[in-house]
């Protein structure tokens, strides 16, 4: 049974960087893409980016300047950095496979970004 | 950027059957699957559909997915009432090196 476990700060300033790792266990990387999304408060899910085992990446398109996702694959771990960030990223954020894969979520992190 | 859209309310009475409508464009709905998640409050989305109209183990198959042309839709038959929880499509668009997107969402009240 696949499982995701998720960390990183919750509360940031205008500004810093989101830092969030998420974790795989009982599964592996490989056949698919591995999603971060994040949801505020009331509104609907929105989908920042994906990577696979080999690294490769797409981004929102809206989110693309801000956004790094990385992997390190040895940890069965990737990553997200969203840079500059400001009270329009408070949010709830998912990471989990990309649509199409295996429907399995981490715990969610409640960030807020506030002066 | 493009967007998928879902009408923000749909109602219906206990074993009635609803259908959410989700529509978007030709990179997207038009040539990709669609996928459908329930949300129940505090909790993350669940996957309803995948592939457009398949099932994944253990959803009823109260639950049905469809496509035609740059639409799609949700039915759910016989309601009941814990169906009542928000429902988002998503697809993958074709545009700008191919990205993910979500529909904003249906509140279904169950009556």
């Known amino acids: 049974q696949v499982q995701l476990q998720q960390w990183g700060a919750g509360l940031l300033k205008p500004s810093e960087t989101l830092s969030l790792t998420c974790a795989i266990y009982?599964?592996?990387?490989?056949?698919?893409?591995w999603s971060w999304i994040r949801q505020p408060l009331g509104k609907g899910p929105e989908w920042i980016g994906e990577?696979?085992?080999?690294?490769?990446?797409h981004y929102n398109p809206s989110l693309k300047s801000r956004v790094t996702i990385s992997v390190d694959t040895s940890k069965n771990q990737f990553s997200l950095k969203l840079s500059s960030v400001t009270a329009a990223d408070t949010a709830v954020y998912y990471c989990?496979?990309?649509?199409?894969?295996?429907?399995?979520w981490g715990q969610g992190t409640t960030v807020t970004v506030s002066s | 950027q493009s967007v998928l859209t879902q009408p923000p309310s749909a109602s219906g009475t206990p074993g009635q059957r609803v259908t959410i409508s989700c529509s978007g464009s030709?990179?997207?709905?038009?040539?990709?699957?669609i996928y459908w998640y329930q949300q129940l409050p505090e909790t993350a989305p669940k996957l309803l559909i995948y592939?457009?109209?398949q099932r994944p183990s253990g959803v009823p198959d109260r639950f049905s997915g469809s496509k035609s042309g740059t639409s799609a839709s949700l039915a759910i038959s016989g309601l009941r009432s814990e169906d009542e929880a928000d429902y988002y499509c998503?697809?993958?668009?074709?545009?700008?090196?191919?990205?993910?997107?979500f529909g904003g969402g249906t509140k279904l009240t169950v009556l």
């Open positions: 030709s990179s997207n709905i038009g040539s990709n699957y």
């Open positions: 998503a697809a993958w668009d074709d545009s700008v090196n191919g990205y993910w997107m």
């Open positions: 009982g599964g592996s990387f490989s056949g698919y893409y």
């Open positions: 990577i696979n085992q080999s690294g490769s990446t």
């Open positions: 989990a496979p990309s649509p199409g894969g295996m429907d399995v």
């Open positions: 592939m457009t109209n």
